[in-house]
């Protein structure tokens, strides 16, 4: 079972007394290290459709060892058709939008609203991706909600012989 | 060796004060240093829900359900004007109206009261869209971006470094998006940074003192319904108190004592009743008018204050944000889908979670390597099991058995480290000129309309467009005296993240090192 690390700045506490001692050992520690972050690509919005959520899907450089050109463009705009979905104004979103002022907005209580739901299809689809097309190459697709919209943070893990991904 | 003692010493009060957040620390190293409080009613526990650390200047309760700016004073005037406006109303002329006239008004009116607290607390207490802060490896990338913008674009007779900004083209209108010192990222268009709650708000239309919150993109329905359904009900109080005050006059009786005071009292509050509803139907009515305007058009109040879009900058200026349409606009406005919130409050904190660029080392000269070693030790993907054995023996004197929270740091200090160094002094005073204008550049474009209820509104406001401010400016642009207060920021009680966390001093693989010791320490 993987253990997550706990802590980065502490480490300068453990200064001194064990620094002698790890040096010793980092020879050793680099041998056995499973895949380490090697970078991270931040695909950034793209505003020129206006305020609504889009990637931009120009094929950054770091990946180009890694994926498919047409494959990296599949996956961002199937995310950005799945957010124009969450967003779309018709006459579901404003029926929706007119029920849940009727009910002074105590709908939300017992129901999601269309936007989370469709929320929820992105991160199926984002787990979907990352198992079958990024893990295997080294890659992994962080959920944009978990950067608050901004950006699709892709990790890339650095090629290493002995380890096989996580 | 000299080198390592030295570093020891250094480092050993850093240890120290490390040493101190821990509850299995000992007693005495306790004593030095106060534990961290990052918000109010959380005292010295580990932070468990990221409201705990959020960096903005807001205000949670209820473990994160409800959040509100700062300064709430004016939000419990507006609860107690409301109340006891409906409560003297209800009290003392509905009894009248209903048995004179129809029992359909006090239902009426109940019914109108119970939606406007309703949508005034959706308003206060909701997030209105604020935007999450960058993580540190975010900021660097932006930063290695607008570095390599600046070296391909800086010509040899530049002394000056261009502005942070980039433009898009939106709907055939160019739109210039600014980069935000303090949240670390370029802000969308129509969002704005709201000195007074220090976030960046998506849709920024105003910070509302009355309602106690920005109003913004998740929240300005809310908002607009609850101005919108004060005005009804004000306007229903005042024809039905006037309607009561001349029933009544017709058949006044002073055949008691006690009937002629319970009159009195009566007209006393009628009095009071007609007064507050006089001068909140000229403000709140006109708001409404206003806001329905906006609304109309698609605007924000912010850049209706600005002028952004109007013909008078060019006769090309047209806003692009609209949908062509009154009805489309009122409906997207009103009825269109809500966005959840981004800043997932009362999510729980993850040790492995990377920390906001408030929380972190921003050390200019680290930029891209810190950072990259940062999402190093971040990263949950790193494991060092076969060391375990051999460093545990090592480590378990030394380290406590609690696990260390990655983000420990007060979160409200959000100006440390290089880059933000030069907000730290000015934010408490009256800024100087150099490189401050920066600061003022970004919190001189909301615009807080203090007084918009009861002066006209988007007349009187202190906004001052970045383009045309001078250096000396700002300090007359802000003549609030409040404002420059509330710009205050409280200095750290703990030492800044860059002495306690100094990546660029030791080299990648003890980093690696040391850091699997930490985690295996607190197996």
């Given at each position: 079972m993987q253990e997550k690390l706990q802590c980065s700045f502490c480490s300068t506490a453990l200064s001194f007394p064990l620094q002698t001692a790890t040096r010793f050992l980092t020879h050793s520690l680099q041998d056995l290290q499973q895949p380490a972050v090697s970078s991270k690509v931040f695909i950034q919005r793209d505003y020129s459709s206006g305020t609504i959520c889009k990637f931009q899907t120009k094929f950054p450089s770091e990946l180009e060892s890694r994926i498919d050109k047409q494959q990296f463009e599949e996956t961002i705009q199937t995310l950005n058709n799945l957010y124009a979905e969450a967003e779309k104004l018709g006459g579901k979103s404003y029926l929706e939008g007119c029920l849940a002022c009727l009910t002074a907005y105590t709908i939300f209580l017992c129901m999601e609203t269309h936007y989370e739901k469709v929320l929820k299809k992105i991160a199926r689809y984002i787990k979907d991706q990352n198992e079958k097309i990024y893990a295997p190459r080294g890659l992994l697709l962080t959920d944009p909600i978990e950067r608050g919209l901004r950006v699709v943070e892709i990790t890339i893990f650095e090629d290493r012989s002995i380890g096989s991904g996580r | 060796m000299s080198q390592l003692q030295h570093a020891a010493l250094d480092q050993q009060g850093q240890y120290n004060q490390i040493c101190t957040?821990?509850?299995?620390?000992?007693?005495p190293a306790e004593d030095s240093e106060p534990p961290p409080c990052p918000c109010p009613g959380h005292r010295s526990r580990t932070p468990r829900r990221k409201w705990q650390m959020f960096p903005g200047r807001n205000r949670f309760y209820c473990d994160g359900r409800i959040m509100m700016a700062r300064q709430t004073g004016v939000f419990y005037l507006t609860l107690v004007l409301i109340l006891l406006t409906c409560g003297l109303f209800f009290t003392f002329d509905c009894p009248f109206l209903a048995s004179n006239l129809t029992p359909a008004i006090p239902a009426i009116g109940g019914v109108l009261f119970v939606f406007v607290m309703g949508m005034l607390f959706r308003a206060s207490f909701s997030d209105p869209g604020i935007l999450p802060r960058a993580t540190p490896d975010e900021a660097a990338d932006l930063e290695q971006q607008i570095g390599e913008q600046r070296g391909t674009g800086n010509s040899a007779g530049c002394s000056r470094p261009p502005p942070r900004t980039r433009e898009v083209l939106i709907n055939g209108q160019t739109v210039k998006l600014k980069y935000c010192f303090t949240c670390k990222i370029f802000r969308p268009p129509r969002a704005s940074h709201c000195s007074l709650c220090d976030n960046c708000v998506e849709r920024f239309d105003h910070h509302c003192p009355w309602v106690g919150n920005c109003v913004g993109r998740r929240n300005y329905r809310f908002f607009y319904l609850f101005i919108l359904s004060l005005s009804f009900l004000t306007i229903f109080i005042f024809a039905f108190v006037i309607t009561h005050v001349i029933l009544n006059t017709d058949k006044?009786?002073?055949?008691s004592c006690f009937k002629a005071l319970s009159y009195s009292l009566t007209l006393f509050c009628t009095v009071l009743e007609v007064v507050v509803c006089f001068f909140s139907v000229w403000s709140i009515v006109g708001l409404s008018g206003f806001h329905t305007y906006l609304i109309s058009s698609n605007q924000t109040t912010n850049e209706d204050i600005k002028g952004s879009w109007s013909t008078k900058r060019g006769k090309d200026n047209y806003n692009p944000y609209s949908y062509g349409n009154i009805l489309t606009n009122c409906c997207a406005a009103l009825c269109g889908p809500l966005p959840p919130s981004l800043?997932?409050?009362?999510g729980l904190i993850r040790s492995d979670m990377p920390q906001t660029i408030s929380q972190s080392n921003g050390t200019s000269n680290s930029n891209y390597t810190s950072t990259q070693l940062h999402s190093h030790t971040c990263d949950q993907d790193q494991c060092i099991q076969s060391t375990k054995f051999v460093l545990q023996a090592a480590t378990t004197p030394l380290l406590h058995s609690d696990p260390i929270v990655l983000a420990p740091l007060p979160g409200k200090t959000t100006t440390l480290g290089g880059p933000c160094a030069h907000l730290a002094p000015t934010q408490p005073s009256l800024p100087s000129c150099s490189g401050d204008v920066l600061t003022l550049r970004d919190t001189a474009v909301d615009s807080h309309c203090h007084h918009h209820l009861y002066l006209h509104h988007h007349h009187h406001h202190h906004f001052v467009s970045p383009e045309e401010t001078p250096c000396i400016t700002p300090q007359g642009a802000l003549p609030c005296p409040n404002h420059l207060h509330l710009h205050h920021q409280p200095h750290p009680p703990v030492p800044s993240p860059a002495a306690l966390y100094?990546?660029?001093?030791?080299d990648t693989l003890h980093e690696d090192s040391v850091r699997g010791l930490v985690k295996l320490s607190s197996v």
């Open positions: - | 957040r821990s509850s299995s620390c000992p007693p006044s009786s002073f055949s800043i997932d409050r009362r100094n990546p660029a001093s030791q």
